[in-house]
Every structure is written in structure tokens, then in C-alpha cells.
């Protein structure tokens, strides 16, 4: 069965410092990766997905992520981060053959410190 | 922004009500999902929709049920609203099953 790991629940950080969230997933399959973020009182909105091709993906507001199949990791970073990127982070992974459920981690809560 | 809406946007309601909430889409998206969101769980799936009346349990499902008569509108309805059930639903769609999901903005429930 799949599964998805975030291992921080709570992420503080200074503004204009980097930052990694981590996600750890679990499929024998094939993998579709994805990041999600969440702004207070908000549906989620998509960072960056890996399908295929290149490891590195390249997301919005200036995040990204690697997908390591050895390590069987998607973690999410970003070199700067600014306070506006204080939300809640969602990886989550994409159905596999047979099946139409995506599964997600328990969420990462990023804090932007001034 | 995909054109994805929930209604109502907040309930309150009392245990042992039915209540029915609705998702709308304008994108003629096939694959359509309700999901619930609790503080340390994540978003767990109730239910999802792979086309017009087809539809299959996700990990929470007991307590809820969905129906889809048209490719737009998607229902979730809790039967017997229990207190359990105070959570924020989403509602998500997708083109293609491997594709990215696109979310509505949810709906607070809280049953008494």
C-alpha cells in the first residue's frame, strides 16, 4: 500500500533563510509526486508535481523539489524564504495502477519568523 | 483558478440531522473526490467519483454517502450527522487520474 511521511509537523524558520520540508513515500510502483500548500481558512493549491522526466522540479513562488527514488524522498525547498510563505505544506502521492486515491501526508506547518 | 465550488461554506447543525453538502465544478473534470481535514490527520479521502453514477469508498467512509447524477455536481451526505463528523470537507477534481488535484474552498461543519 502506499503512504506518505511529512516527519516535521511544525517547521520554524527565519525570514530570507532556506528551508526543507521533508517527505518520505512509500509505493511500489510507479510515483507521481506532488506538493500542495494551504494558506489559513483555505482549499489547498498545487506547488510542483513530479509524473516523469526531471528529478528537480521547479515550482511556484520560487519552491522545489527533488525526487529521489533510492531514498524514496520528494523533499520540498525553497534558498529564501518571506513571511507570506507561512502556510501548512501537503506532499501527497498519486494513484497507482487499479486505483483513483491519492494519498496525503499529515502536513507540515511552516512558520516565517521576521 | 478551476471553477470549483462548495456549498454551503459553514453549517451548524445538531447530532442525529442529515445534512447534504455540494460540490460544483465548471471544468467537466471526471474524477471527483470529498475529502476531510482534522488537525493531525491530513486530509483523508470519505469518497470519490470516477464518472457519472460512479463512485467508490475512500478510508473513512462509514457514516457518508455520495451520489453523482451529473458530471458537474457532486454530493456528499452525512445520514445521521454525529459529532465525529465536526470537520472542514473539501472537495477536489481531476482530469486524469494522475494528474494534479484541484481543490474548492471547503466547508466548515460543526455538529452539536
Known amino acids: 500500500a502506499q503512504s506518505v511521511t511529512q516527519l516535521d509537523s511544525q517547521v520554524p524558520v527565519f525570514e530570507e533563510a532556506p528551508v526543507e520540508l521533508r517527505c518520505n513515500y512509500s509505493?511500489?510502483?510507479?510515483?507521481?509526486l506532488f506538493w500542495y500548500v494551504q494558506y489559513p481558512n483555505q482549499g489547498l493549491q498545487l506547488l510542483l508535481k513530479?509524473?516523469?522526466?526531471?528529478?528537480l522540479v521547479k515550482g511556484i513562488n520560487g519552491f522545489e523539489a527533488e525526487f529521489n527514488k533510492s531514498q524514496t524522498s520528494f523533499h520540498l525547498r525553497k534558498p529564501s524564504v518571506h513571511i507570506s510563505d507561512t502556510a501548512e505544506y501537503f506532499c501527497?502521492?498519486?494513484?497507482?495502477?487499479?486505483?483513483?486515491?491519492?494519498?496525503f501526508g499529515t502536513g507540515t506547518r511552516l512558520k516565517v519568523l521576521a | 483558478d478551476a471553477g470549483i465550488t462548495q456549498s454551503p461554506r459553514h453549517k451548524v447543525t445538531e447530532t442525529g440531522t442529515p445534512v447534504t453538502l455540494r460540490c460544483h465544478q465548471t471544468?467537466?473534470?471526471?474524477?471527483m473526490y470529498w475529502y476531510r481535514q482534522d488537525p493531525g490527520h491530513g486530509l483523508r479521502l470519505i469518497h470519490y467519483?470516477?464518472?457519472?453514477?460512479?463512485?467508490d469508498k475512500g478510508e473513512v467512509s462509514d457514516g457518508y454517502s455520495v451520489s453523482r447524477s451529473k458530471t458537474e455536481d457532486f454530493l456528499l451526505t452525512l445520514e445521521s450527522a454525529t459529532s465525529s463528523q465536526t470537520s472542514v470537507y473539501f472537495c477536489?477534481?481531476?482530469?486524469?487520474?494522475?494528474?494534479?488535484?484541484?481543490f474548492g474552498p471547503g466547508t466548515r461543519l460543526t455538529v452539536l
Open positions: 477536489a477534481i481531476s482530469e486524469s487520474r494522475n494528474n494534479e488535484q484541484f
Open positions: 509505493s511500489s510502483v510507479s510515483v507521481y
Open positions: 513530479y509524473l516523469s522526466g526531471s528529478t
Open positions: 471544468e467537466n473534470h471526471r474524477y
Open positions: 501527497a502521492v498519486g494513484p497507482n495502477s487499479g486505483t483513483y486515491k491519492y494519498i
Open positions: 467519483s470516477y464518472g457519472v453514477k460512479d463512485t
